[in-house]
């Protein structure tokens, strides 16, 4: 049995108000390419498949395309389960008729756990799909007495332990916030104040554990209890992070052999640093220059319009720093110092910077009559 | 071939602000039972499934339970097509999954038409499911040009015309406004200025034609163009059409025979009309004062809260219409009047109803004292 591990997705989420459909489409058709090159026997996707409960009809025509391609052309069966970031209801609906196609949505939680035996061209497997649930909906659903997540899980797992796989290996897949995980800018709290953490130990009885939820991709306390990550940057706090898919593959003993494959965004989101002039000379030859990129710039002096001169070089300058102006006093001196100037300092530079020269005698007078008017319409009013 | 005919269930509608899935659920478990009784091969729901594009939680999980019960329990084949209420890409998500499983959903148009033709116990028939498609979806879809709905439909239909149904019948589902059909208020414009008319002879050549958009059951121009109407009345104009679904049977020349198979509402919608203490007395015997009422009071005098003392008898009193009062003189006379009247005069009437007794000389007075005190007040300020 040889599958990939994927999880958030989040399609149709937005980069700074930039839409990633593309990207995320670019993307997704290189798992597609990875199944295909690696013959696997089924995709899982462990949750936030969409960003919000109730996502845009094009990120629903965009898995609808991917779905079609996995199950109908290429005959995968592809395990789904609910994340925090999806509409359980919306995600869940008709899963019945689905299932018989090879398509397994797990939505809402539900009382009884259906576990899922795929059969791999070199043997099966049983996936226990287990949607991402908090305690109050795990309270609801078992009516039982849970207050933390880790709790919560525990209940979940139950049925996993005792149910009867016939000696196949276990895969679990899950949606939560494993202690000790290393986090993003990217991931939605599950809770406030930590109680949302779960032991690694509690996976590590199964043969594998297919985690969503941690854009990074990482394992916790064993190899085989493993985050896929997401599967692109959806901050900049990403920006040094690999992102990849996971290939797992049990050997005879039922013991998980992983994988990374790699993904190439189609844009990169990274970090650059410097001077403007510096900088628009290197976007020139840039090959990445499509990047979305946060501009940290080191000018020390007030500059017109940055944003537009930096995206005529780079267009897809997302967020915009100015190190250079907050580093020596701290941005709020500067700001106080912009204010003790007064308007006449103030439109001094701003002309200068406009026009490239100086204000000369004639001019600097019309400004000061000009300002004089507007402080004595101030006054009367 | 015997199927059920049904439409325009806007699952998450609310009436007046009340919702009426509880009344909703009510009547999808008679079309279940309906279905049973008459041992039907398939039941047909010509759009409108949704009362909006993003329909409520609540709103999927509902027809979750009913697709659950037909398809997967009864193993009934359904065939649903997106109205012009329903956001087909959302609707029509995964549905080449389903499929196989006998849940047709046609949700976004598509350039090929799929038949499906499903075996019945009595023979068998093709279905055509056409999606509300307004003209610019098909002029895009088509890349033809066309203007007008009728126009549209047109181009949709003569895929259904060349297709060879092996001597099967035909059967067309569709969603738009025939002309000369009768409307309700609950049916939102396909489009302004009548644009939006199909003529009826557009369907005579098939043998059934199942319609959804216009909630009244009715057919027009020959008996086997129809449409079923909505599950409930979803509006007070349509308190005296008796809901329904339709039974389609066809002989062995392919001729539809038609039943109309009555649906009995949990709450009744209608109107009721009197003077308060009339109907106040008849609510206490009335059987269904849980009725979904709007209220006509004929009373010509002012009513302290009279929305509260009906509610105390009949619960769900949705609106109140006080038809006395607008009409001797016309609603605008009247308020005139009270605006001529003068606030010692209405006090007086306000002071008489709620007390049930005359204000005294003391509090006339002191009322007297308070008006002309505001008055004061009110030039000073």
Not at 170 to 194: A, M, N, Q, T, Y
Not at 261 to 288: C, F, M, Q, W, Y
Not at 353 to 377: F, R, T, Y
Request: with cysteine.
């Amino acid at each position: 049995m040889k599958f990939i591990h994927t999880s958030d997705w989040h399609i149709g989420r937005q980069l700074h108000n930039q839409s990633l459909i593309d990207d995320q489409r670019h993307i997704l058709v290189q798992i597609l390419a990875l199944a295909e090159e690696h013959e696997v026997d089924a995709v899982i996707i462990a949750g936030d498949i969409y960003d919000r409960s109730i996502p845009p009809a094009n990120a629903v025509a965009l898995l609808d395309d991917v779905v079609n391609r996995l199950v109908n052309e290429m005959k995968l069966p592809v395990i789904m389960i609910a994340g925090n970031h999806d509409g359980h209801e919306r995600l869940g609906f008709a899963s019945r008729q689905m299932s018989d196609s090879g398509l397994h949505i797990i939505g809402p939680l539900h009382k009884e756990l259906l576990p899922i035996t795929l059969k791999g061209k070199s043997g099966s497997a049983v996936f226990y799909g287990l949607p991402y649930a908090d305690p109050a909906t795990v309270r609801h659903v078992f009516d039982c007495e849970v207050s933390s997540h880790e709790q919560a899980m525990g209940v979940l797992l139950e049925q996993v332990h005792e149910h009867d796989s016939q000696g196949l290996p276990k895969v679990v897949i899950g949606h939560c916030f494993l202690d000790g995980g290393s986090e993003s800018e990217s991931e939605r709290p599950l809770s406030i104040g930590g109680a949302d953490k779960i032991s690694p130990t509690l996976f590590t009885p199964f043969n594998y554990t297919a985690l969503g939820h941690l854009h990074g991709p990482q394992y916790k306390g064993e190899e085989q209890v493993r985050y896929s990550g997401s599967i692109l940057k959806y901050s900049f706090s990403e920006q040094h992070q690999k992102k990849s898919v996971t290939l797992v593959d049990f050997d005879s003993q039922g013991k998980a052999q992983i994988e990374l494959l790699p993904l190439a965004a189609k844009r990169d989101v990274r970090i650059v640093e410097g001077e403007l002039s510096a900088l628009l000379e290197a976007g020139k030859t840039d090959p990445n220059r499509d990047d979305y990129l946060m501009v940290r710039l080191l000018d020390k002096h007030a500059i017109l319009d940055a944003m537009g001169k930096l995206r005529s070089v780079y267009p897809n300058v997302l967020h915009l720093e100015r190190t250079g102006l907050m580093s020596d006093n701290g941005q709020l001196e500067i700001r106080r110092d912009h204010i003790k100037k007064g308007e006449l300092d103030m439109f001094t530079e701003f002309f200068s910077q406009v026009s490239g020269e100086s204000m000369n005698e004639a001019q600097q007078q019309a400004m000061v009559q000009a300002i004089d008017e507007l402080h004595k319409g101030e006054q009367s009013s």
